[in-house]
């Protein structure tokens, strides 16, 4: 008995006397999508390299993980070490001092190789609060097959007069070929991203320098006007409940001439492997008036640290290695250039390996910098975002105004009673929100 | 003659009653092919039936990703946790109510019942707050005890229809006899009482296990039950439906199995009383 006490009181004394190493463990929490999900299976690389940091990954449908992170940061719930978050969250939460801004990313991660739209879109008051992972503008896709038989040509920035022309005269709906596919689900990302981005190629804004909405102007009507009237004709039936996953599918099956829609869609509907026309597609940027502003838009996922996080530093170390230039080496040395996550650095569209496997990375880069969230509109605005107003209110409103809209395509209402009702309903929450009396 | 009609109506009721139950099993169904389609199988316009190149690749996907069993020992832990102690405080109570109301009986029940009347986001940052607080944040034991009472008010209800179809003339029969309160409720009360307690648990836990609000909100990665499985494979930039479908596949077949094995006690629950 002596013996065995012996033997337990000398384990005992060894395992508190053991040298340990003191483990962080990092919580990061993500959206799903591709590239997201080849960092999560890269991690082993980063802990590799420090070996006293852990990383733990909560994925989450991006709705779900909006509301998830918002409900934790805003109650200081301290459950995340690393949250991924959109260009729209950047700006909003900065201001709140819910963030950590990044000025210890290191010597050579070189912050000056981001893509300056993309830095722009994550940088309040001169600082870092963010580091994007990905980003992503909107072009338009189309069938260079189609555009040859009926004698089209694609010009480089094509007007909307010309892109509703294509779409008419493509359409054949006999044959299952559609001539433009767009959005049409309700949703201040859905169709919102889609009407909002085109009302600024159409002169239109949401709100005027003193937050008065803006849906009764004449810019509004002619978007809204355009917009129905094509998917009318040449849009596929039952669009009002279609967004990006359901255009893509009718894209990469050859059932739609032209689609505008996120660049990373560029992506799949030219691999083979998902896509029945991946060598029949072209790109252009999106339409516009003759106004200045392009219809397209601008998004990055980003990673960034909430504010009363106790591991700043090991969260700080994970995201300069997410977002540097030799994680995309990392990812073309073991997945192949075409995977690496685009949209944020200068560096990455001037390697000519990936130009080669990017046919669409001229395009990407030129539809990025064709976006300006700072100053979005053809007349002055308050708010900066392209296809959204950086304001909290603006996911709610944003979808009430998406449900209008995608009424009146599907023909429950009229694109005047659409806008009337977004007008009224926009109102009463900027009068509830305290921006106007 | 009369036989020969009887017959062509029992063939055209038990044909109408499977194809019901087909509609109704379809999006289940569904969703079963298409965990075994690939992603662009998945998404094929027009969609392809039951010829197709069958894969088992998204579940080998789903289970590298994410740890299946991790999510469904909370599930269960959670579900049936919840569902226990919501049975234990639910059952004295029905009882009582049922078996010697007072004036205010009606009230209470009226009251539990307005509880689920509030849209549960309108209370998420305050019981955020306080699990935040007492440290329940992301453990088993917060979800049991949010679930327990988001489920209680249906619970002692369900009970409560239940104990009242019950005759009190049977008890009061028993009584005559010479039987004691501890007998009158184990040989009398019990027996009459299993469907419906039965069926009554059954539902709870299905409840419990399907509870998609609270359980995605409160946990992160150590409680997180299935929901959050299911929840990590939806995606509206990109095609992930046959990887979806492999995770719900994943995530329902527990509890599939379990109202297969007691969809007797569940239907009998259900219709209980109807039949006196």
């Given at each position: 008995?002596?013996?065995?006490?012996?033997?337990?009181?000398?384990?005992?004394?060894?395992?508190?006397?053991?040298?340990?190493?003191?483990?962080?463990?990092?919580t990061?929490?993500?959206?799903n999508?591709?590239?997201?999900?080849r960092?999560?299976?890269?991690?082993?690389?980063?802990t590799?390299?420090?070996?006293?940091?852990t990383?733990?990954?909560?994925?989450?449908?991006?709705?779900?993980?909006?509301?998830?992170?918002?409900?934790?940061?805003?109650?200081?719930?301290?459950?995340?070490d690393?949250?991924?978050i959109?260009?729209?969250?950047?700006?909003?939460?900065?201001?709140?001092?819910?963030?950590?801004?990044?000025?210890?990313?290191?010597?050579d991660?070189?912050?000056?190789?981001?893509?300056?739209?993309i830095k722009?879109?994550?940088?309040?008051?001169?600082?870092?609060?963010?580091?994007?992972?990905?980003?992503?503008?909107?072009?338009?896709?189309?069938?260079?097959?189609?555009?040859?038989?009926?004698?089209?040509k694609?010009?480089?920035?094509?007007?909307?007069?010309?892109?509703?022309?294509?779409?008419?005269?493509?359409?054949?709906?006999?044959?299952?070929?559609?001539?433009?596919?767009?959005?049409?689900?309700?949703?201040?990302?859905?169709?919102?991203?889609f009407?909002?981005?085109?009302?600024?190629s159409?002169?239109?804004r949401?709100f005027?320098?003193?937050?008065?909405?803006?849906?009764?102007?004449?810019?509004?009507?002619?978007?809204?006007?355009?917009?129905?009237?094509?998917?009318?004709?040449?849009?596929?039936?039952?669009?009002?409940?279609?967004?990006?996953n359901?255009?893509?599918?009718?894209?990469?099956?050859?059932?739609c001439?032209m689609?505008?829609?996120?660049?990373?869609?560029a992506?799949?509907?030219t691999?083979?492997?998902?896509?029945?026309?991946?060598?029949?597609?072209?790109?252009a940027?999106?339409?516009?008036?003759?106004?200045g502003?392009?219809?397209?838009?601008?998004w990055?996922?980003?990673?960034a640290?909430?504010?009363?996080?106790?591991?700043?530093d090991?969260?700080e170390?994970?995201?300069?290695?997410?977002?540097?230039k030799?994680?995309?080496?990392?990812?073309?040395?073991?997945?192949?250039?075409?995977?690496?996550?685009?949209?944020?650095?200068?560096?990455l569209?001037?390697?000519?390996?990936?130009?080669k496997?990017?046919?669409f990375?001229?395009?990407t880069?030129?539809?990025?910098?064709?976006?300006?969230?700072s100053?979005?509109?053809?007349k002055?605005?308050?708010?900066?975002?392209?296809?959204?107003?950086?304001?909290p209110?603006?996911?709610?409103?944003g979808?009430?105004?998406?449900q209008?809209?995608?009424?009146?395509?599907s023909?429950?209402?009229?694109v005047?009673?659409?806008?009337s009702?977004?007008?009224?309903?926009?109102e009463?929450?900027?009068?509830r929100?305290?921006?106007?009396? | 003659?009369a036989?020969m009609?009887?017959?062509?109506?029992?063939?055209i009721?038990?044909?109408?009653?499977?194809?019901?139950?087909?509609l109704?099993?379809?999006?289940?169904?569904?969703m079963?092919?298409a965990?075994?389609?690939?992603?662009?199988?998945a998404?094929?316009?027009?969609?392809?039936f039951?010829?197709?190149?069958?894969?088992?690749?998204?579940?080998?996907?789903v289970q590298?990703?994410s740890?299946?069993?991790?999510?469904?020992?909370?599930s269960?832990?959670?579900?049936?946790?919840?569902?226990?102690?919501a049975?234990l405080?639910?059952?004295p109570?029905?009882?009582?109510?049922?078996?010697?109301?007072?004036?205010?009986t009606?009230?209470?029940?009226?009251?539990?019942?307005?509880?689920?009347?509030?849209?549960?986001?309108?209370?998420?940052?305050?019981?955020?707050?306080?699990?935040?607080?007492?440290?329940?944040?992301?453990?088993r034991s917060?979800?049991?005890?949010i679930?327990?009472?988001g489920?209680?008010?249906?619970?002692?209800?369900?009970?409560?229809?239940?104990?009242?179809?019950?005759p009190k003339?049977?008890?009061?029969a028993?009584?005559?006899d010479?039987?004691t309160?501890?007998?009158?409720?184990?040989y009398?009360?019990?027996?009459m009482?299993?469907?419906?307690?039965?069926?009554?648990?059954l539902?709870?836990l299905i409840?419990?296990?399907?509870?998609?609000?609270?359980?995605?909100?409160?946990?992160t990665?150590?409680?997180?039950?299935l929901t959050?499985?299911?929840?990590?494979y939806?995606s509206?930039?990109?095609?992930?439906?046959?990887k979806?479908s492999?995770?719900?596949t994943?995530?329902?077949?527990?509890?599939l199995?379990?109202?297969?094995?007691?969809q007797?006690?569940?239907v009998?629950?259900?219709?209980?009383?109807?039949?006196?």
């Amino acid at each position: 008995m002596k013996n065995v006490l012996c033997a337990v009181a000398g384990a005992a004394s060894l395992l508190i006397s053991a040298p340990s190493i003191a483990q962080t463990t990092l919580t990061v929490a993500t959206v799903n999508n591709s590239d997201m999900i080849r960092m999560q299976g890269l991690t082993s690389e980063f802990t590799a390299k420090n070996p006293d940091i852990t990383v733990k990954w909560v994925t989450l449908e991006e709705n779900v993980l909006r509301q998830r992170v918002t409900t934790d940061i805003a109650t200081k719930g301290g459950q995340f070490d690393v949250l991924t978050i959109g260009t729209y969250e950047v700006p909003i939460w900065a201001k709140k001092n819910w963030l950590v801004p990044l000025d210890k990313l290191g010597a050579d991660y070189d912050v000056n190789d981001l893509l300056p739209k993309i830095k722009d879109a994550v940088t309040v008051d001169g600082k870092l609060y963010a580091a994007p992972f990905y980003g992503e503008s909107s072009m338009v896709m189309y069938r260079t097959d189609l555009f040859d038989k009926a004698g089209l040509k694609m010009p480089e920035s094509p007007t909307w007069d010309f892109v509703v022309d294509a779409a008419k005269k493509l359409n054949d709906k006999a044959g299952g070929v559609y001539g433009i596919c767009l959005r049409g689900k309700a949703g201040w990302g859905e169709n919102m991203a889609f009407l909002t981005a085109m009302s600024n190629s159409f002169g239109a804004r949401w709100f005027d320098e003193k937050w008065e909405p803006q849906f009764n102007s004449p810019e509004w009507k002619k978007t809204l006007a355009t917009y129905v009237d094509l998917m009318k004709q040449a849009g596929p039936p039952g669009a009002s409940s279609n967004g990006f996953n359901e255009n893509l599918a009718l894209f990469s099956a050859g059932k739609c001439a032209m689609w505008i829609d996120a660049t990373v869609a560029a992506s799949m509907v030219t691999n083979p492997k998902d896509s029945k026309v991946a060598d029949k597609v072209g790109f252009a940027l999106a339409p516009n008036t003759g106004l200045g502003k392009n219809a397209n838009w601008l998004w990055a996922w980003s990673l960034a640290i909430p504010a009363g996080s106790k591991k700043v530093d090991a969260a700080e170390k994970f995201i300069a290695w997410a977002t540097s230039k030799d994680y995309t080496k990392l990812v073309a040395a073991k997945e192949g250039w075409s995977n690496v996550p685009p949209g944020t650095r200068t560096s990455l569209y001037k390697n000519p390996d990936y130009l080669k496997v990017a046919p669409f990375a001229k395009m990407t880069l030129a539809s990025i910098d064709a976006a300006d969230p700072s100053h979005p509109t053809v007349k002055p605005v308050p708010y900066v975002g392209v296809q959204y107003a950086a304001i909290p209110e603006f996911q709610g409103i944003g979808t009430q105004v998406g449900q209008q809209f995608s009424a009146a395509l599907s023909g429950s209402t009229t694109v005047d009673a659409a806008l009337s009702a977004a007008q009224s309903a926009t109102e009463r929450e900027m009068k509830r929100a305290g921006y106007i009396k | 003659m009369a036989r020969m009609v009887t017959t062509r109506n029992k063939v055209i009721s038990t044909a109408a009653a499977w194809l019901v139950g087909f509609l109704i099993f379809f999006p289940i169904l569904w969703m079963v092919l298409a965990s075994f389609k690939t992603e662009l199988e998945a998404f094929a316009i027009p969609p392809s039936f039951l010829f197709f190149h069958w894969t088992t690749e998204n579940y080998v996907t789903v289970q590298e990703r994410s740890d299946y069993f991790h999510h469904a020992l909370n599930s269960i832990i959670i579900a049936g946790g919840s569902t226990l102690i919501a049975m234990l405080i639910a059952i004295p109570a029905a009882w009582s109510m049922a078996f010697s109301p007072t004036k205010r009986t009606k009230d209470v029940l009226l009251w539990m019942l307005s509880t689920k009347m509030m849209p549960p986001v309108g209370v998420l940052v305050p019981i955020y707050l306080i699990y935040r607080t007492f440290g329940l944040l992301d453990t088993r034991s917060g979800l049991i005890f949010i679930l327990c009472l988001g489920n209680l008010p249906i619970v002692i209800w369900m009970l409560f229809t239940y104990f009242k179809e019950i005759p009190k003339d049977i008890l009061e029969a028993a009584r005559m006899d010479g039987a004691t309160i501890g007998r009158e409720l184990i040989y009398v009360l019990t027996p009459m009482a299993v469907p419906g307690l039965a069926s009554t648990l059954l539902l709870n836990l299905i409840l419990a296990w399907n509870e998609a609000f609270w359980t995605l909100n409160l946990s992160t990665l150590e409680a997180a039950p299935l929901t959050v499985f299911i929840a990590s494979y939806s995606s509206p930039e990109g095609l992930f439906w046959a990887k979806l479908s492999a995770a719900s596949t994943l995530a329902i077949a527990p509890i599939l199995v379990l109202g297969w094995f007691s969809q007797r006690q569940l239907v009998r629950g259900l219709t209980f009383g109807a039949v006196k």
